[in-house]
Nanobody, 120 residues
């Protein structure tokens, strides 16, 4: 059974940092593109970042580029999102998602999400 479990969210002041983690199990983690997607309450989903299977290629949304860093540890089956210089507009539920083999932009499994709140 595929499982994705996020952690590391919380309440942080503007300019602060958080490191989100996503523990994966039930599939060969090192074979798949993994992504971070966020949802602002009352709004839609926003793609944040994707990372290829060996961690050598990353992509970021313009809204987070230069502030967020995605990485993975395939030995630990874990995906990370380092968030720096957080802004109130980064407040959202952050999900990690596993891509299908056929299409990296199609997600077949999601975690339960972790809440990030940026407020003074």
């Amino acid at each position: 059974e595929v499982q994705l479990v996020e952690s590391g969210g919380g309440l942080v002041k503007p300019g602060g940092s958080l490191r989100l983690s996503c523990a994966a199990s039930g599939f060969t983690f090192s074979s798949y593109i993994m992504s971070w997607i966020r949802q602002v309450p009352g709004k839609g989903f926003e793609w944040v970042s994707s990372l290829n299977s060996d961690g050598g290629v990353t992509m970021y949304a313009d809204s987070v580029k230069g502030r967020f860093t995605t990485s993975r540890d395939n030995a630990k089956n874990t995906l990370y999102l380092q968030t720096n210089n957080l802004k109130p507009e980064d407040t959202a539920i952050y999900y990690c998602a596993k891509s299908t083999q056929a299409d990296g932009w199609v997600y077949d499994y999601w975690g339960q999400g972790t809440q990030v709140t940026v407020s003074s």
